[in-house]
């Protein structure tokens, strides 16, 4: 007896000596924000300058909710006003595409009150208020709504069983009915006005085209010699010219059209891309963004709009900036920055440079001081092509100690980059190692890069994810033992492919909306093609990521659909799905569900479903709350950190 209480004694202090140094690594980390902290982080999504230039109106998360309303803040600095409200009884919705009138008197926005694309327009006054519905099609999504100068017509585009049209409708006459913009065939979208209202600029078959309002026909307007890939017009003050985008060099450039002739004068020529153009008030200079040499960051400069003289980097330091728009005096300029450790917020900076001032404030309780930065690497996949990565770390890291790790797999087409992630930055405060690998399809480093997954989707691309593993073999502070997959939509398709291709690779996966089954996609889509259009995208039969459709390469689309080798799985699986997803259909969870129940795995599966969220299960805070502790609790049990789930 007395042997045998030696005996478990000692198992007991083995035990405790294989697990302290790991769950001591995560009881080591700083506690001092709990849940209720995080949840009052926030974020700027987009904004527009009034037009005497002393308020910015902008797109933020307020309140319990967490959907997006519009708020306005005075440039000169002060605490933001929420203008926007949600219809009583109806639940809250998420204020999109937000416009001012150039008098400054009202804004316009779109919601969605069913399902996540499909958009109405409304109007506001700027001061706040009721807002009134200017379309009402629940059926069409219609979008993007641009008032013109004297305020009179608003120009929007809409999906229609003819594609992406056009619309103008009056805002004089409340019962008038909108118009064909362009009454033929062709697709257009993303109308803007010319400043003195007489012509409109817009997209159409990969290039840009300038109508008038009135009937004349719409012509195109780059030369032959630079025809085709070019978007994104802004005019110039003046309305002669026009800066755009050009995005079939590999690399999105910026150039400058003249309006009569078509003339192009390049802006930008190097192996980065470029984006988010707008004018200085005086037609002088541009202002863009710009990606740095590793394609994970972005800054804000300008330049020339002749072309002469070069490039002023305005900004410093890793981070993610968009949108800069000069002010109306042209003395200032307004930007969108977010970083690894600080939530996308409004900054100011003078237009001939200086340093940045930040002018809302959306972390909340949370200190960024205390919050961990990630760290650029790369590896090898096996054709030695390398891998773009971010690797994050405990604030209090101590090399000496082991960690449990996250494998973090983004969407598809998608980006892991330096902006804020909360949910990343809550695991690893409390003591997780998270690598976040940019795989062969995703964006931002080139055109060539992102179409190496054409026709091989979850093929090379696999192999290039299960490569972070001898990344992290080689990091002595990783606890093998302890691993675990996050993926949501393309990344959720990555997580079943891991879990039938490498079914004990991971002790853990987390999953949101995964496709398992290309066949029954391309089938949801299709035959309810309307149910998944977005503004700009038509669900086709077809999917360029195998090579041809379903009818024609059936066992290709068999093979790479996880759906057929459930049989395989072996990894415990959290699965969360929305079900007003019109990404990704919720049958593609629930057939999963199924399948693993048929085969008796019915206990490695914990299947969560959310009646009012969409893809990206963001649209309210608590549905983030949710799935944080049930996140947290699934890792405690599975990776064998009881410290975790306290």
């Known amino acids: 007896m007395i042997l045998k209480r030696i005996l478990q004694s000692a198992l007991t202090v083995l035990v405790l000596w294989m697990v302290c140094p790991i769950d001591g690594a995560l009881q080591a980390q700083s506690e001092a924000y709990s849940l209720d902290d995080w949840m009052t982080v926030t974020a700027v999504r987009s904004f527009v300058w009034s037009p005497d230039g002393q308020y910015l109106y902008f797109r933020g998360h307020p309140g319990n909710s967490g959907t997006t309303e519009i708020f306005r803040v005075p440039v000169r600095g002060g605490e933001p006003q929420q203008l926007s409200t949600n219809f009583q009884g109806q639940r809250p919705e998420p204020k999109q595409n937000l416009a001012i009138s150039t008098d400054g008197n009202m804004l316009f926005f779109t919601t969605a009150r069913y399902f996540q694309s499909y958009e109405n327009i409304f109007t506001m006054a700027a001061s706040g208020g009721e807002a009134t519905a200017v379309t009402f099609n629940d059926g069409v999504i219609e979008t993007d709504p641009q008032p013109s100068p004297d305020g009179r017509t608003l120009a929007y585009f809409a999906r229609t069983p003819r594609g992406m049209k056009i619309f103008l409708k009056s805002l004089n006459e409340e019962s008038s009915w909108p118009q064909f913009f362009s009454p033929g065939d062709g697709e257009e979208h993303f109308p803007v006005w010319s400043p003195d209202g007489t012509r409109l600029a817009f997209s159409r078959q990969g290039d840009i085209w300038i109508g008038d309002p009135n009937g004349e026909a719409p012509r195109r307007l780059i030369e032959n010699i630079y025809a085709g890939g070019n978007g994104s017009p802004a005019w110039s003050p003046d309305g002669n010219r026009i800066a755009f985008v050009k995005a079939n060099s590999g690399f999105s450039q910026v150039g400058v059209a003249d309006v009569g002739t078509g003339s192009v004068t390049p802006i930008t020529h190097e192996p980065r891309n470029h984006g988010d153009v707008a004018w200085s008030p005086d037609g002088g200079s541009l202002v863009f963004v710009r990606y740095d040499e590793m394609g994970m960051s972005r800054e804000v400069v300008v330049t020339n709009a002749d072309g002469s003289g070069r490039l002023s980097v305005m900004t410093q330091g890793k981070g993610i900036r968009s949108s800069p728009r000069y002010s109306p005096d042209g003395n200032s300029i307004a930007y969108i920055e977010s970083t690894g450790i600080r939530t996308p917020d409004l900054w100011l900076i003078p237009a001939g440079g200086g340093t940045p001032r930040q002018l809302t404030n959306s972390m909340g309780r949370i200190d960024p001081a205390d919050l961990s930065m990630p760290e650029e690497v790369s590896y090898p996949g096996p054709d030695n092509l390398q891998i773009p990565t971010l690797l994050y770390k405990p604030k209090n890291f101590d090399p000496g100690q082991k960690y449990p790790v996250i494998v973090r797999l983004h969407g598809h087409p998608g980006q892991w980059n330096h902006s804020f992630q909360l949910m990343w930055q809550y695991f690893i405060q409390k003591g997780f190692v998270l690598i976040a690998p940019n795989p062969r399809g995703s964006r931002g480093f080139g055109q060539g890069f992102h179409d190496l997954h054409i026709a091989d989707y979850g093929g090379t691309e696999f192999e290039e994810v299960m490569n972070v593993l001898n990344y992290l073999q080689g990091q002595p502070y990783v606890d093998l033992a302890r691993k675990a997959t996050w993926g949501g939509s393309g990344g959720g398709y990555m997580s079943l492919v891991i879990a039938t291709k490498a079914p004990t690779a991971f002790q853990a996966q987390i999953i949101r909306a995964p496709v398992s089954s290309w066949k029954l996609?391309?089938?949801?889509?299709?035959?309810?093609?309307?149910?998944?259009?977005?503004?700009?995208?038509?669900?086709?039969?077809?999917?360029?990521?195998?090579?041809?459709?379903?009818?024609?390469?059936?066992?290709?689309?068999?093979?790479?659909?996880?759906?057929?080798?459930?049989?395989?799985?072996?990894?415990?699986?959290?699965?969360?799905?929305?079900?007003?997803?019109?990404?990704?259909p919720p049958r593609q969870s629930k057939v999963w569900v199924e399948r693993m129940r048929e085969l008796g795995k019915g206990q490695l599966i914990e299947y969560i479903e959310y009646p009012d969220e969409d893809h990206s299960l963001n649209r309210y805070r608590a549905t983030i709350r949710d799935r944080l502790l049930r996140m947290e609790q699934f890792l405690a049990k599975h990776l064998r950190l009881p410290s975790l789930g306290q």
């Open 521 to 584: 996609l391309a089938i949801d889509r299709h035959g309810a093609s309307g149910r998944h259009w977005t503004a700009t995208r038509t669900p086709s039969r077809e999917r360029s990521e195998f090579g041809g459709a379903e009818h024609e390469i059936p066992e290709e689309y068999r093979q790479r659909s996880p759906l057929n080798f459930v049989e395989n799985v072996e990894t415990p699986q959290l699965l969360f799905h929305g079900l007003r997803d019109t990404n990704v």
